[in-house]
């Protein structure tokens, strides 16, 4: 109304006046929600009762399997060894196991005891209500693995361990820890049910954290040989990380590419829960736009940096399968921004800021077409900073190495058929997502949608000429090229042969690049038309209003 | 203060509110009484931007709250029905815990913290656990949080619900404090009793229809014309209703159950005086003259049809 309120008005940042984060600041007003959750927290006899419990059953394993061992036939060395990693898998398998459900229950119980709506009536930003959960969350089994450290105690009196084994042994496990929180914040802040939330984490985590706990177990075996190792098991890289840190493939892949996996992954996590915690009516992309930004750069140097990584033999083909890969991290942007409504929040803090950047805002910012507009750039970038990365990283290393240009050609090919699906997958959930006000209804049909695509044409061909796809090396069949992996065939083709194949890049490209025009057009005209029936509604209520009043004037009831 | 207009409201295929038109004025306590399902909870969390209109829309001192929800909550405070509190806070620790999360600096925190306290009488409780609070005390404790950011508007949910008389007397005492202190009030309810005495204006709502709205005593006209008073004559003569009935405000009169003149009529509470006067002027000996109860709860058990939904 007024003006002075005109300018407060924030959506949901806090009745007082903006104000920087710094760290004093920071101390002297820490985070409402982690205080009251670490209050709370250790006044309940529940957790407790976990600590003694967790404890306990780990303390068992250790020791009995220490016995066991110091009765057997092995080294002391290897006795220790195998305590040491016997601690970190079983503290590692509780905490994959019960972070994410603790974490998924931090915003359902508030839900559920009716206490969530009176904190989001306070204003208090979304993001700290998030990072307040996400820390006392981290902050819990933190103490957990404080109190379960004093048994790796054992493995020293043993031997074969140092203390960089147990630091970096920690270290990984709060690397694994804080993407399982952060998940399961996730999960609260989406849905309604505690117990829904409970099978929402359990069902993700615990059974991913395995396939990647077995896989790094089956890395030990190149890294050790690599990097002249001894211990086997699934911290393995604990040494690594002990006996030479510094050593460049060592930081490259042990300490820069975790962190980052594992930082990636608690950004986007975060990002999904302050999502739900905002109302729908509010701005729920920036945050992944930002996320996007730093995942783009991500992808740019892993396909730089492991083309690099290839040898001069293999170099080629992994800069080809490296961007081909690419695909992937396409997808998932399509699919992330897809869901958006037609129109920016109506509360868009529009009035603020420069004006440079409320042109940005105007051009990527919040309403499907900005943000439709932003995903396309971004896969744009995905696909060709991936592809001139890569060229540019073999080059750099292994000059020469292009053999005729047909490396280009095929990176190029796959770069641009990347961007026409990844364009067509975006403007088709996008539209389908105006159209129908459903998110959900978007991803899934567009997933499916995919699907059909790939499966329904290589079916018919298989029918119609089952000796197509043994000449795939000579030309592709019909049906496949008009999938949305065709290009993925037409690179890896290239690469092998010299013979020119430019109709079957150009069919797939022009396919998908028309298709996403077309979808793109029609969302443009679709959200145009929800703009034009919602102001229409708009004014009616305004004269609904004006004649009411009219009607009122005579009897004047009820005003003072 | 508060304008709802033209709200309809559905839950899928189930219309739970029908065009509903109506005016808060500033520094109302004002009623919101519907039996159960009528669409009050539907409308006061609209009020509180916790959810959107379908159709129509609602203004909270002058901004939309679909549109412009944060400004809303700074203005209002909400206690919804069957609140929440967290059981392992201290009082004090509930209160600061809020009064952090409405962005109060810490050295203003503790200041409104007390304050705040003091005007629900929570002070002697400040170091209980909120779980070893009894359910009067824990309504207090929700109204105190919606207090903390200093709203003009307050918007409580059955803040009567459950309460013993005591602690109801205590609620009302409450509300009238915060009235005084020019906080507008919108508070419901399905128990009459629980309200007549605390609002200046009400409205009835039944299957999420307004019925009625207004200022407690106009309200009572509004919804039925015709008012009865009770006179008490020291004898009853044959003919002693003639003078009375020909006054022109009055519709009837007959012999109550215990011997009563039952006058009805039409019109302000002044045709009581004419009644008096024409009583005494023929001369009768007039006793006792007794307005029939006319509360709330006589109202709303005329106007509504009890139906539950
Ligand atoms: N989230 C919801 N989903 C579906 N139906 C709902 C929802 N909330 C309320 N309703 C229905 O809307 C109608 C009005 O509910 P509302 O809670 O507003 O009534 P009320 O007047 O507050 O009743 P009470 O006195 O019982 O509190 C009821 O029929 C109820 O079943
Ligand atoms: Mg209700």
């Known amino acids: ?80 060894r195998a305590v040491y990693q016997t601690f970190f898998s079983a503290a590692l398998g509780l905490l994959c196991l019960v972070a994410p459900a603790y974490a998924a229950t931090s915003l359902t119980g508030e839900k559920e005891a009716g206490t969530y709506e009176s904190l989001i009536l306070t204003g208090i930003d979304p993001a700290r209500i998030v990072w307040g959960k996400f820390l006392a969350s981290f902050a819990v089994f933190g103490l957990v693995v404080v109190a379960l450290s004093p048994l790796v105690g054992l493995a020293f009196l043993f031997g074969g361990i140092s203390p960089g084994h147990v630091v970096f042994g920690f270290a990984g496990l709060a690397v694994v820890l804080a993407p399982a929180v952060a998940l399961g914040v996730a999960v609260s802040a989406r849905v309604r049910s505690t117990r829904v939330a409970l099978l929402a984490a359990l069902a993700s985590f615990p059974p991913a954290s395995m396939v990647g706990a077995s896989m790094l177990a089956l890395l030990g075996k190149p890294a050790g040989s690599a990097w002249g190792l001894t211990m086997e098991g699934p911290f393995w890289f604990a040494e690594a990380l002990a006996t030479q840190f510094f050593h460049p493939d060592v930081f490259l892949l042990v300490v820069l590419l975790p962190l980052y996996l594992s930082g990636m992954s608690v950004w986007f996590f975060l990002a999904t829960a302050i999502a739900g915690v905002r109302p729908a009516a509010e701005d729920r992309s920036t945050l992944f736009k930002w996320w996007t930004l730093a995942a783009l750069a991500g992808l740019v140097a892993m396909i ?91 080059e750099a290393l292994f000059p020469g190495l292009s053999e005729g240009g047909r490396t280009d050609i095929a990176l190029v090919s796959v770069g641009l058929g990347n961007v026409a699906v990844g364009l067509f997958a975006l403007t088709f959930g996008a539209y389908v997502r105006v159209v129908l006000r459903s998110g959900m209804a978007a991803r899934i049909l567009t997933l499916v949608l995919l699907f059909v695509l790939v499966a329904l044409p290589l079916l018919v061909s298989l029918v119609v000429d089952p000796e197509g796809l043994d000449r795939m090396d000579e030309s592709l ?56 029936v919602v102001e229409r509604q708009r004014a009616l209520q305004e004269r609904r209003g004006e004649r009411r009043a009219e009607a009122a004037e005579p009897d004047a009831g009820g005003e003072p | 203060m508060i304008r709802v207009e033209g709200v309809s409201h559905h839950f ?194 039944e299957r999420g229809r307004m019925l009625a709205t207004g200022p407690v005593g106009d309200i009572g006209e509004k919804l039925r014309p015709e008012r009865v008073v009770r006179l008490r004559l020291a004898d009853y003569p044959e003919g002693c209703d003639r003078p009375l009935r020909d006054l022109p405000a009055v519709t009837h009169v007959e012999r109550g159950p215990d011997g009563d003149l039952r006058v009805g009529y ?36 005329e106007v509504t049809k009890g139906e539950l939904q």
């Open chain 2, 12 to 205: 899928g295929q189930l219309q739970v509110l029908h065009d509903v038109w109506f005016h808060v004025p500033a520094g109302e306590v004002f009623g919101f009484i519907g039996p159960n399902g009528a669409g009050k909870t539907t409308t006061l969390r609209m009020m509180a931007t916790l959810l959107e209109p379908a159709e129509g829309r609602v203004l909270v001192d002058g901004y939309d709250v679909s549109e412009r929800p944060a400004d809303v909550r700074r203005v209002l405070g909400f206690m919804p029905d069957g609140f929440g509190v967290y059981d392992n806070l201290t009082v004090t620790e509930y209160l600061e815990f809020f009064a952090a999360s409405y962005g109060i600096g810490p050295e203003a925190r503790l200041r409104t913290v007390r304050a705040v306290m003091e005007l629900t009488d929570l002070g002697p409780l400040e170091d209980r656990l909120v779980q070893a609070m009894s359910k009067g005390m824990k309504q207090r404790l929700a109204i105190a949080r919606t207090l903390l950011h200093d709203p003009k508007v307050l918007v409580l949910d059955e803040p009567a619900n459950g309460l013993d008389p005591r602690a109801r007397i205590e609620m009302r005492d409450l509300i009238a404090q915060l009235r005084q202190l020019g906080k507008t009030i919108v508070l419901s309810s399905h128990i009459l009793t629980e309200l007549s005495d605390m609002v200046t204006s009400v409205a009835i709502l």
């Open chain 2, 266 to 301: 039409r019109g302000k509470e002044e045709v009581v005086a004419q009644i008096v006067r024409a009583a005494v002027q023929a001369e009768l000996s007039v006793l006792r003259v007794e307005p029939e109860r006319d509360d709330l709860e006589q109202i709303f058990l």
């Open chain 1, 1 to 80: 109304m007024s003006v002075a309120s005109e300018t407060t008005a924030k959506p949901g940042a806090g009745h007082g006046p903006a104000r920087r984060w710094t760290l004093p600041r920071w101390l002297r007003e820490p985070n409402p929600i982690l205080v009251k959750e670490l209050r709370s927290m250790f006044r309940t006899k529940r957790f407790v009762r976990f600590l003694y419990v967790s404890t306990g059953l780990v303390g068992m394993l250790v020791i009995s399997l220490g016995g066991g061992l110091a009765a057997s036939a092995f080294t002391p060395a290897q006795a220790g």
């Open chain 1, 477 to 532: 069949p019909w049906g496949l090229l008009v999938t949305p992996i065709a290009h993925l065939f037409v690179g890896g083709a290239v690469i092998n042969d010299s013979t020119s194949r430019f109709h079957e890049i150009a069919v797939p490209l022009v396919l998908y690049g028309a298709l996403a025009l077309l979808f793109w057009v029609l969302l443009e005209a679709r959200v145009r038309r929800v703009r034009g």
């Open chain 1, 304 to 394: 730089a940096g492991f083309t690099g990584f290839a040898g001069r033999a293999d170099a080629a083909e992994v800069s080809v399968a490296l961007t081909m890969a690419s695909l992937g991290p396409i997808l998932l942007f399509a699919l992330i921004f897809m869901n958006e409504p037609p129109l920016p929040p109506r509360e868009a803090p529009s009035e603020r800021g420069s004006r440079w950047r409320r042109h940005l805002r105007g051009l990527f910012g919040p309403g499907a077409v900005p943000t439709v507009r932003f995903a396309a750039l971004a896969i744009a970038a995905a696909a060709f900073g991936g592809a001139l990365s890569a060229m540019a990283g073999r």
